[in-house]
């Protein structure tokens, strides 16, 4: 049998590449894509598992490669590292046609930058090898059409250099300030107004463990709607000072500000394994973030189980061993004994028309790009029809995404049984005293499924959501509960005596490693309390010593001085050498 490494097949799942591919014989020690301008010279790692003897599995993720950043603009070839040697991929002639199908192009940054990534075949007609391109490039926004519309423009610009300046300037004055014994803490976001969940959890853990009087402590909560001059030069100042910063959700102005050299920067994320694609789980799509972001600047995050771990990683653009299972923070008051009861004494005297009824919680996530334009389609609600539903024993509590500031439009006649809710404190809590969860694609269903509870999904918009925030898994898949896809399809289901939790169990096995009370005490320790070393994938410098490249009928090549180590390719047709010292 021929020792030839060939490419049998090529997938994608968003952002993740999968090589198929054959290589008869003894087992590879790497796979390596080197540049085929100077082969060998470089030798960039491929992750690979063995499927079956000859058979194996290459994954890249191509905004993730090396170095928190995508494969380099460049042309390789595709080797595998056997005994010292390198041998070049060739894929079958007879499929050629189908290497334009597995392309892709990647379109971002309001669609003036794209990365691409191609396949295509060396033009050396002795050595037509495999071949993967790789090109990130962009254009400018266009010149404004009007004498007017410049001068506006170039306002703008020179407002917002001053800005940047001006805030760099408060926090490198405030860096100089920052204590050698590292005990500045910052709890900060930008997309709340106050301190909640994960934040607060660890933040209140830390109180009670005493930490406060080992560490200072600084605040800022701020979003769109609430953001002045005067927080964010506060903001500035108090990540300036910081030694760590904490945050639980995107903080854009780590681009500008906040230096992961010199301090540690922990995401404390609210959500798991969701059903919408965030981050570089989306890139490319509707919302995707640039291939330089703030996810990237992260020092740790952390998710609720080992299986989440690859999950985080590919959506926050960071590697594998940053992502930590420690569990979520915020479930520890969740799940503290006794709590439901406290919350259901203080719900029902603020809302009386719910006392002694099944409640039914309607929790749904925003629509929109963000906080600035998030709001809920309420018009695919017949609220009469909700109401009668319900009977004189049922209540539906509507709890609004915080990124929607507006109340549920509730008539007035229906509010004895449809009660608005968003003026209770904590989301959580009035999930330990919801009998039934209403939602969507909302993360709620995290927490609420560690109470065994029904849920039923209201996703009336699933293909449109589908199609334009894309998906991270099948929907119908992974939903722990009943879908309705219209509002009949719902008001079914209210009216079903039963609703099964099968699905959830599976969901809480998959999503925590941890169901108990000690998740903040983990994040503490491990992650804010310690330093823990993260070893990220680099590029391996890899000089001639006894490397030899070979052909498909492993004839050597001849030998040739190397010149320079850039990764783009200065022509296809370079013949391979053999790597001698």
């Known amino acids: 049998m021929s020792e030839e490494l060939t490419i049998v097949g090529i997938a994608w799942e968003r952002v993740n590449l999968t090589l198929h591919v054959d290589f008869p014989g003894a087992p590879v020690d790497c796979f390596y894509l080197t540049s085929n301008a100077n082969p060998g010279e470089t030798l960039l790692p491929v992750r690979y598992e063995s499927v079956s003897p000859g058979r194996y599995a290459l994954t890249m993720n191509v905004t993730q490669f090396n170095r928190r950043a995508q494969i380099p603009n460049g042309t390789y070839f595709l080797v595998a590292m056997r005994r010292d040697q390198l041998h070049p991929a060739n894929f079958p002639l007879d499929r050629v046609s189908e290497l334009n199908d597995s392309s892709r192009a990647f379109v971002y940054n309001k669609n003036r930058s794209a990365y691409t990534v191609t396949f295509g075949v060396s033009d050396d007609e002795g050595a037509p090898y495999f071949l993967m391109r790789t090109y990130a490039f962009g254009r400018s926004a266009g010149k404004p059409s009007s004498k007017v ?113 010199e301090q540690k920067i922990i995401q404390l994320w609210h959500a798991g394994s969701g059903f919408k694609s965030v981050g570089y789980s989306r890139f490319g799509q509707y919302g995707s973030p640039n291939l330089r972001n703030a996810h990237r600047l992260y020092s740790y995050a952390i998710c609720g189980s080992q299986h989440l771990r690859d999950v985080y990683s590919e959506a926050f653009g960071i590697e594998k061993e940053a992502v930590f299972a420690t569990g979520l923070p915020r479930i520890d008051g969740f799940l503290r004994e006794g709590r439901a009861d406290e919350v259901l004494v203080d719900f029902e ?20 790009r963000g906080s600035g334009d998030a709001h809920y389609d309420y018009d695919v609600i017949d609220f009469r029809a909700l109401y ?35 003026s209770f404190p904590d989301t959580n809590d009035l999930l330990l005293i919801s009998d039934v969860l209403i939602t969507d694609y909302s993360s709620v269903i995290y927490e609420y499924s560690l109470l065994e509870r029904p849920m039923i999904f209201f996703a009336y918009d699933l293909e449109t959501y589908s199609a334009t925030r894309g998906m991270h898994r099948d929907y119908e898949e992974a939903a722990p509960g009943e879908i309705a896809t219209n509002f009949d399809e719902l008001i079914s289901l209210l009216r079903q005596p039963v609703l099964s939790v099968e699905k959830t169990k599976e969901f809480v096995k998959e999503n925590f490693d941890y169901v108990d ?10 992650l804010i309390l310690t330093d823990p ?42 013949p391979l050498p053999t790597l001698s010292r």
């Open 349 to 368: 005297k603020q809302f009386p028309a719910a006392k002694d009824k099944r409640k039914l919680l309607w929790a749904p996530t925003f629509r929109g």
């Open 388 to 422: 009668d539903s319900c009977g004189d024993d049922t209540v539906v509590l509507f709890r609004q995404h915080h990124f929607i500031p507006d109340p549920a439009p509730i008539p007035e006649e229906f509010r004895d049984r449809l009660i608005d809710v968003s």
């Open 533 to 574: 070393i993260v070893e990220s994938d680099r590029v391996v410098a890899t000089p001639a010593s006894d490397l030899t490249l070979v052909g498909t009928g492993n004839e050597e090549r001849q030998a040739r001085d190397i010149g320079n180590s850039d990764t783009e390719s200065s022509g296809e047709t370079t």
């Open 517 to 526: 009370t000690h998740n903040s005490d983990r994040v503490i320790d491990t």
């Open 149 to 261: 519309a410049k001068i506006k423009s170039k306002a703008r610009s020179k407002w917002t250099s001053a800005k940047r300046k001006t805030l760099r300037s408060v926090f490198n004055a405030a860096a100089r300030r920052r204590p050698a014994a590292g005990n500045n803490v910052l709890f900060a976001s930008e997309a709340r107004p106050s301190m909640q969940g994960n934040l607060k959890a660890v933040h209140d853990r830390m109180v009670e463990r005493g930490l406060d009087k080992e560490y200072n402590f600084g605040y800022s909560f701020r979003t769109g709607r609430t953001s002045s001059r005067q927080n964010a030069l506060n903001l500035a100042w108090q990540m300036g000072k910081a030694n760590t910063i904490l945050i639980d959700d995107y903080f854009a102005i780590l681009r500008d500000l906040g230096d992961r050299n």
